[in-house]
């Protein structure tokens, strides 16, 4: 039962663009989001998170929406650097309990 | 460095022995968490525990899977007569649980296990 959803597997975006993920949910009682940035052979790393009470939290090069009535939020990445290639995770908790998307990988060409 | 660890960062077995992994979570952190992840997958739930007590199992999780957390410190997962469908990227992630809803996981670099 994935009731986290990334729907776009990979994303190509010009060094100096924005980059946008997104992420789709379908249980309502999630009531915090979190994106996680990964490299290969390590961990996921803590990026960014909301709240399900704000719809947009910022923090430097980070922005991240969330539209609840369409159970859905969004990543932007501005502008993207070349440290930005990584992949993706968008994850939901509800209880203590996360669940994690499969993931978008992001290629950063110059 | 005062990070989530992992040991050990690759393991490779033969089907059929058992294998165990460590994790050693943030110090502060009351909640520990393992999960399981391949190739073009996110992390998948397992267990958690909080403090010494696991409070919750994936009901996918075979009988084949344990995890320990004595003394509410360092955790243990243990996987009996491995079958090559149990390799795959072990993640342990740890937090802080206060009560609100703003819980952050952090994770460990993650033990790769690779089943011949």
């Known amino acids: 039962d994935q009731q986290v959803k990334q729907n776009s597997p990979s994303l190509s975006v010009q060094e100096g663009r924005i980059s946008i993920l997104n992420c789709d949910y379908t249980n309502s009682m999630f009531d915090y989001f979190l994106w996680y940035k990964k490299y290969p052979a390590e961990g996921p790393t803590f990026l960014i998170s909301i709240s399900s009470i704000k719809d947009k939290n910022e923090d430097g090069r980070f922005t991240v929406f969330l539209n609840k009535s369409a159970k859905h939020l969004s990543l932007h990445i501005v502008p993207s650097q070349p440290g930005d290639s990584a992949v993706y995770f968008c994850?939901?908790?509800?209880?203590?309990?996360?669940?994690f998307g499969a993931g978008t990988q992001v290629v950063v060409t110059p | 460095d005062t990070g989530v660890s992992q040991d050990p960062r690759h393991k490779i077995t033969k089907r059929g022995q058992n294998v165990t992994f460590r994790c050693d979570p943030i110090s502060e952190h009351n909640r520990l968490y393992w999960y399981r992840q391949t190739l073009g997958q996110g992390p998948e739930f397992l267990t958690y525990?909080?403090?010494?007590?696991?409070?919750?199992k994936s009901r996918l999780l075979s009988d084949r899977f344990s995890a320990e957390r004595p003394k509410g410190s360092f955790s243990t997962l243990e996987i009996q007569r491995t079958e090559q469908g149990d390799s795959a990227m072990y993640l342990c992630?740890?937090?802080?649980?206060?009560?609100?809803?703003?819980?952050?996981?952090?994770f460990g670099s993650g033990t790769q296990l690779s089943v011949l």
């Open positions: 994850a939901a908790n509800s209880w203590g309990k996360f669940q």
């Open positions: 525990f909080q403090n010494e007590a696991q409070l919750e």
């Open positions: 992630a740890s937090s802080l649980r206060t009560g609100g809803v703003n819980e952050k996981l952090f």
